[in-house]
Nanobody
Framework: VQLVESGGGLVQVGGSLRLSCAAS????????MGWYRQAPEKQRELVAR???????NYADSVKGRFTISRDNAKNTVYLQMNNLRPEDTAVYYC?????????????WGQGTQVTVSS
């Protein structure tokens, strides 16, 4: 099982990026999926998450600017990031709770760097 992220990069203030994270391997399904980020010398924090039923939750700092979505047929979660700010600079990680015969277990992607320049 692995989660592969893509879409990070360097963008100017006010710009946009779209992150993708695809899950592959052997599992029955996916429960909650989410995006977290970690800036230098800071703890990892939740950015946004989405349940299997499509309910979403966002950090206050990204509400109105970021949108999380998922394509269950592709086992993929997306994060559309608009109006990016320098404080959004971080390594972004996706997380997915993958369902196996023994229950749901969290898996993490390798991380993708997002850098917002002013």
């Amino acid at each position: 099982v692995q989660l592969v992220e893509s879409g990070g990069g360097l963008v100017q203030v006010g710009g946009s990026l779209r992150l993708s994270c695809a899950a592959s391997g052997s599992f029955f399904g996916i429960d909650e999926m989410g995006w977290y980020r970690q800036a230098p010398e800071k703890q990892r924090e939740l950015v946004a998450r989405i349940t299997g039923g499509g309910s979403t939750n966002y950090a206050d700092s990204v509400k109105g600017r970021f949108t999380i979505s998922r394509d269950n047929a592709k086992n993929t979660v997306y994060l559309q990031m608009n109006n990016l700010r320098p404080e959004d600079t971080a390594v972004y990680y996706c997380k997915a709770d993958l369902i196996s015969g023994k229950g749901a277990y969290p898996y993490w992607g390798q991380g993708t760097q997002v850098t917002v320049s002013s």
